[in-house]
């Protein structure tokens, strides 16, 4: 059984920092593109940093480039996000996913009612930013 888990959230306040991890079980994370996703309260689940398994392409949304890395730990088949600088609109529920055959800039700017499509999602892990 296929399972990935986000853990790392919590509260923080603006300007802080939060590392996110996304561990896998059942399946190796290295042969998929993986995608960070989050959805605020009220809002659609979007896109937030997409990267490749096979090359170093990554893709960030316009709202966190400069803030959020990713990165990936083959060893312990787990994916990071790795967040700076953080601001109360960065307040949402983290979402990772793991896919085959989508690219990294579709995956990351594909409409929602495509997620459903990605192979694999996690539960999600809520980051709060606020003072």
């Known amino acids: 059984q296929v399972q990935l888990v986000e853990s790392g959230g919590g509260l923080v306040q603006p300007g802080g920092s939060l590392r996110l991890s996304c561990a896998a079980s059942?399946?190796?994370?290295?042969?998929?593109?993986i995608g960070w996703f989050r959805q605020a309260p009220g809002k659609e689940r979007e896109g937030v940093s997409c990267?490749?398994?096979?090359?170093?392409?990554?893709y960030y949304a316009d709202s966190v480039k400069g803030r959020f890395t990713s990165s990936r730990d083959n060893a312990k088949n787990t994916v990071y996000l790795q967040m700076n600088s953080l601001k109360p609109e960065d307040t949402a529920v983290y979402y990772c996913?793991?896919?085959?055959?989508?690219?990294?800039?579709?995956?990351?700017?594909?409409?929602?009612?495509?997620?459903?499509?990605?192979?694999?999602w996690g539960k999600g892990t809520l980051v709060t930013v606020s003072s």
């Open positions: 996913a793991a896919d085959r055959m989508t690219t990294v800039q579709a995956m990351c700017s594909m409409l929602p009612r495509y997620y459903s499509g990605l192979d694999y």
């Open positions: 059942g399946v190796t994370l290295d042969l998929y593109n």
């Open positions: 990267f490749s398994s096979s090359d170093d392409s990554t």
